[in-house]
């Protein structure tokens, strides 16, 4: 009998310690972001396309982490109202903030012509390309003024990063103008 309640007692122990804790419901906290007129390429699992809170204008940061309900367009300086939400145990290839947008407080448009440069953009397949409607870099919309251009920068060797040079021309209509590009110095 004493054997049995030992057992039962040891058991019931065991399956406690293996049982995961309560999930905690995260911590919210409203904030204003500022969002510059540009995006910059972050590097997570993969390459991609961020957007840089300038909130803090000497130390910008980039935002790896997307605002549900907010659809970001180039060209534009944005301050938002957001709730970040403070995840207690994210997985382990997620961030433990999470943004959710109350309100897009303004809305500027960057004035003339713009000059941005993304840095480090490593060629590979699927971040440089030609499509139907034209050429992409990580998602985003380009042009070339002249075809050749945009033909080596699509056919540029894997794996070396290069900078490229783009203009924006004050007009949400029209994509990126690639103006030029060269090797990133390591």
Request: proline share 8%; net charge neutral; with cysteine.
């Amino acid at each position: 009998m004493r054997v049995r309640f030992l057992f039962l007692g040891s058991a019931l122990t065991w399956l406690m310690a293996c049982s995961a804790p309560a999930p905690q419901a995260p911590q919210q906290q409203a904030q204003t972001l500022r969002l510059a007129p540009y995006l910059q390429v972050c590097q997570g699992l993969n390459q991609r396309l961020c957007m840089v809170d300038v909130s803090q204008p000497e130390d910008p940061q980039l935002m790896y982490t997307p605002i549900a309900g907010f659809d970001y367009e180039w060209g534009y300086y944005y301050t938002l109202q957001v709730n970040t939400l403070r995840h207690a145990n994210p997985p382990a290839d997620a961030s433990s903030l999470s943004y959710e947008l109350v309100e897009v407080a303004q809305k500027v448009p960057a004035q003339g012509i713009q000059r941005y440069q993304l840095r480090g953009v490593v060629p590979e397949p699927g971040v440089i390309e030609a499509t139907r409607d034209g050429y992409q870099v990580l998602g985003q919309a380009f042009r070339c003024l002249k075809k050749a251009l945009c033909e080596r920068i699509v056919n540029l060797p894997s794996g070396q990063p290069v900078d490229l040079v783009f203009e924006w021309q004050a007009d949400a209509q029209q994509p990126l103008l690639l103006k030029g590009y060269e090797v990133a110095r390591r």
